[in-house]
């Protein structure tokens, strides 16, 4: 396993790299290094050009408004239409999953 990943789960690894480079030289007494960091990602300049975002199309403004909420997994339109395998194992599960859903609000 790399040392790069090692510190880099629980720290930044440019930050992790500049921590040990100053410990290193304060607690050992050693001459601080003076070569860049290793880590130190590369220049990614310059940046994108700004995109501006376009008007939502007329097609879909009538998606705009208040809804009401899902009402649970297994209970919305799509879960309706699909047959069941057991039509009393059915009822059972949209019961309790009702039953689920009524007592969390």
């Given amino acids: 396993?790399?040392?790069q990943r090692q510190v880099g789960n629980a720290v930044p690894s440019l930050l992790g790299e500049t921590l040990g480079r100053e410990?290193?030289?304060q607690l050992l007494c050693l001459a601080r290094i003076r070569k860049p960091p290793i880590l130190m990602p590369p220049d990614r300049s310059p940046p994108p050009e700004l995109e501006?975002?376009?008007p939502v199309p007329q097609k879909y403004r009538?998606?705009?408004g208040n809804h009401e909420a899902h009402p649970g997994t297994g209970l919305g339109n799509a879960a309706?239409?699909?047959r069941p395998t057991d039509s009393r194992q059915l009822t059972l599960n949209?019961?309790?999953r009702r039953a689920r859903y009524a007592s969390r609000r």
Avoid: G, K, Y
């Fill in 23 to 25: 410990i290193r030289a």
């Fill in 80 to 82: 309706r239409t699909r």
């Fill in 1 to 3: 396993m790399s040392i």
């Fill in 52 to 54: 501006h975002p376009e």
């Fill in 62 to 64: 009538f998606l705009v």
């Fill in 94 to 96: 949209v019961r309790e």
